[in-house]
């Protein structure tokens, strides 16, 4: 038989799979960022907050968060021939294809700050992944509208100069904008680290061989793409308009749910590890009715959302594997609501999960035990042959 080699705990060696940074229980639905529980920080803190906290371990002063603060706006500028690069990626190309390509290339605009042995150079590509990427985002997003792009505002915080760079001067509704940067700024948070998810696991699989932290990111972007895991809150929304153009037939949706030969997936629904409710679902779900509570007329697809997890939570074949509604199964009601298209709520997951993918990192690199990433298989090919004609 084919000769059996011993699987390695996680990628070859034990150091990847320990960490300080998130604590999950998945039985338990339990989530906490340094030990800190995720209701307590969705409650009391920021999303800027937050990233100091999952990358530096403390919760900042506040002088050391304005400190922080202004590091991001002095730094959120992006060079004129990034600008143009960005310009020139095709416009149809969705916006994480483009900004996994653009993150690249920061290794080569800030070469200055790609070696990974140096804590100097390592805490200059902190802040410069940080403040840019909202910058380079909202710039692919703006070209992909046919819009000009727009300039960071060193004058307004973290969120509200994403939204600007975004919408401009917004709706005109100033407690309207307002209610959007909260509702934006809390699901940034919820969405900060998650331990070794699949495009965390990747930045580590990467960094894990001395690679630069700006390809590492961008690594991470790459897996995060996928529907399975953040493409998810995309695939949501495009479930719901398909039951919607359905005419609202949940019930035979479902039916093509349970058939496994329709390979169709209830899109936000399951994890790899909550076998329970998402902490972070329950906090969206009760964000979307805050804001959608707003609108003139109930919007009908968190309407239909609210009926399909409710129609799924009463049937076996749902509770029975434990498939319970994840962080993306409302997220995508509420960014449509502000007014992103589609493809851009992955985008949007990607800029939340940025600090939890920097933080694991760095921490992996800190980690004198850490070797690299070098997984083994179970080899089930062909055993030893001789090549034809050999007598
Ligand atoms: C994220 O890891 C993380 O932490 C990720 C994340 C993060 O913060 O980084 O939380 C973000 O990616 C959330 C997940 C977003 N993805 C989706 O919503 C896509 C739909 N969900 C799935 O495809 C699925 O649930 C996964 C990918 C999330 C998990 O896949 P698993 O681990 O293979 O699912 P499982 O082992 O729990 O499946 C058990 C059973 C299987 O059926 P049986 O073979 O036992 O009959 O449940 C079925 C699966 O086929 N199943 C589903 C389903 N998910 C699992 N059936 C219908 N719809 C689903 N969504």
Not at 228 to 240: I, T
Request: with cysteine.
């Amino acid at each position: 038989g084919a000769s059996m080699t011993t699987l390695d705990p996680g990628f070859g060696n034990t150091a990847s799979c320990r960490s300080e940074i998130t604590y999950i229980d998945g039985a338990a639905g339990i989530l906490r960022y340094r030990g800190y529980p995720i209701q307590e920080l969705a409650k009391h803190s920021s999303f800027l907050e937050v990233a100091y906290l999952v990358i530096r371990g403390e919760l900042p002063s506040p002088g050391d968060l304005k400190e922080f603060g202004e590091q991001l706006s002095a730094n959120a500028g992006i060079p004129a021939e990034m600008s143009a690069l960005l310009d020139a990626l095709p416009r149809n190309g969705h916006p994480m294809t483009l900004l996994a390509a653009a993150v690249n290339t920061l290794a080569a605009y800030y070469a200055d700050s790609v070696d990974p042995k140096d804590d100097q150079q390592v805490e200059t590509a902190t802040i410069r992944l940080l403040a840019k990427l909202p910058t380079i985002a909202a710039h692919i997003y703006r070209r992909s509208v046919g819009e000009e792009p727009i300039a960071p505002d060193p004058s307004l915080d973290y969120v509200g100069n994403l939204l600007h760079m975004l919408f401009g001067d917004g709706s005109g509704d100033s407690e309207l904008d307002a209610l959007y940067a909260k509702a934006l700024d809390l699901l940034l948070l919820l969405h900060a680290d998650h331990e070794l998810n699949c495009s965390t696991a990747t930045v580590r699989v990467v960094g894990s061989s001395d690679a630069d932290i700006y390809g590492s990111v961008s690594a991470g972007i790459n897996a995060l793409f996928g529907p399975l895991h953040g493409g998810a809150n995309q695939a949501v929304l495009e479930m719901l308009e398909e039951i919607r153009d359905l005419g609202g037939d949940i019930d035979s949706f479902l039916a093509k749910v349970k058939d496994k030969e329709s390979k169709t997936r209830l899109m936000g629904f399951g994890h790899r590890v909550y076998k329970n409710f998402d902490p972070r679902s329950r906090e969206i779900k009760g964000l979307a009715a805050d804001i959608l509570a707003r609108q003139e007329e109930p919007d009908e697809l968190f309407a239909l959302a609210l009926e399909l997890e409710g129609k799924a939570l009463a049937d076996s074949y749902f509770t029975d594997r434990k498939l319970y509604p994840n962080v993306d199964f409302y997220s995508g009601v509420i960014y449509r609501a502000m007014g992103f298209p589609t493809n851009m709520f992955t985008v949007l997951f990607a800029l939340g999960r940025l600090p939890g993918w920097i933080a694991h990192w760095r921490e992996q690199r800190k980690d004198p035990a850490t070797r690299i990433a070098r997984p083994r298989q179970l080899y089930t090919g062909p055993t030893e042959r001789s090549y034809p004609g050999q007598g």
